[in-house]
């Protein structure tokens, strides 16, 4: 936070440490509805919809802001993104961009760029709508709105005793199913002594997104672990709607959400990309098999140190 405020007249700092913040609270929120915190995760809720808000502020002076759509071939979409943020970047700055899944054009992805610029863009078969112009010092201006927000959030901070790994993700879930009014069944395979808290994060998140975005109505999910010489194996299954094979290689990609709206545990396109990265950071990898209408499996694979 503090960097934060001395990166006010800095645009670019200031977004990237927006960002950093935004994914560290979104992950505590996680961890504290896990835990039954409700007053922590609410709190953390708020700052998190600040920070969100804030990502679009520090711009540069007389900047106008556009919100850029356009719907792109998931075969390709990697690179026709790519030509279209240099494209635009020539000319102004991309702010933040939200992927999400066509639910009425099958094979198509999404993007909505937020932009700034004192140009308005014109590109071929993307759609552009100005949102607004924004003043002068916008960011600094919306600092105490920023501070109100955290030292909310932090009042609610307190030192609590953890319980174990396995007992975490298993809260999650269960309140993942309570919220979402799904009745799921849990059941766990495997010695969860094994695991420690550097894989918490990551477990808790493939556990809550099994019954967020694979169960429907009612399912299973089970959680088994295995060890295998000097690894760890960690494998969170269910039998829910499964996952098109399609996208089966874009879930890990930053801002990535099939989600249709923002909830408390989905769509900020957050979630995924954190797992990945987290394992990875710890020499492990994560594999994800899928059959559509039969339920997806997420495996963590990690050296028995870091498990």
């Not at 927006?18 to 609270?25: A, C, E, N, P, Y």
């Not at 494209?87 to 932009?115: A, C």
């Not at 174990?164 to 269960?174: C, K, P, S």
């Amino acid at each position: 936070m503090e960097q934060l405020r001395q990166a006010a007249g800095n645009g670019p700092q200031a977004r990237k440490l927006l960002d950093t913040l935004f994914r560290s609270v979104h992950s505590l929120k996680a961890s504290a509805s896990a835990n039954g915190l409700t007053s922590l995760a609410a709190a953390a809720h708020e700052f998190e919809n600040v920070l969100h808000t804030l990502r679009k502020q520090p711009l540069a002076e007389g900047a106008r802001l556009f919100l850029v759509q356009t719907d792109l071939d998931v075969s390709d979409f990697d690179r026709q993104f790519q030509t279209l943020k240099e494209t635009l970047s020539k000319t102004g700055e991309v702010i933040s961009t939200e992927p999400s899944v066509n639910k009425e054009q099958p094979g198509k992805v999404n993007f909505r760029i937020l932009y700034a610029s004192n140009q308005t863009p014109n590109i071929p078969a993307v759609t552009v709508e100005e949102t607004s112009t924004v003043p002068t010092n916008t960011f600094e201006q919306q600092l105490p709105m920023l501070d109100r927000a955290f030292h909310k959030f932090a009042a609610e901070l307190t030192t609590i005793s953890v319980d174990d790994v396995l007992a975490q993700a298993l809260r999650a879930g269960e309140a993942a199913a309570k919220a979402t009014g799904k009745h799921v069944d849990f059941e766990v395979r495997g010695d969860g002594a094994l695991l420690n808290q550097q894989i918490a994060g990551p477990l808790l998140h493939l556990v809550r997104n099994a019954v967020d975005h694979g169960i429907e109505t009612c399912g299973r999910v089970i959680i088994e672990i295995t060890q295998r010489d000097d690894q760890i194996s960690i494998t969170v299954n269910d039998n829910g709607r499964g996952i098109d094979p399609s996208l089966i290689k874009r879930i890990f990609e930053p801002g990535f959400s099939t989600a249709r709206e923002v909830s408390e545990f989905s769509g900020r396109g957050v979630g995924l990309d954190v797992v990945k990265s987290t394992v990875e950071n710890l020499g492990g990898r994560v594999n994800v098999h899928s059959t559509p209408g039969q339920g997806a499996s997420f495996e963590l694979t990690l050296p028995i140190r870091s498990a």
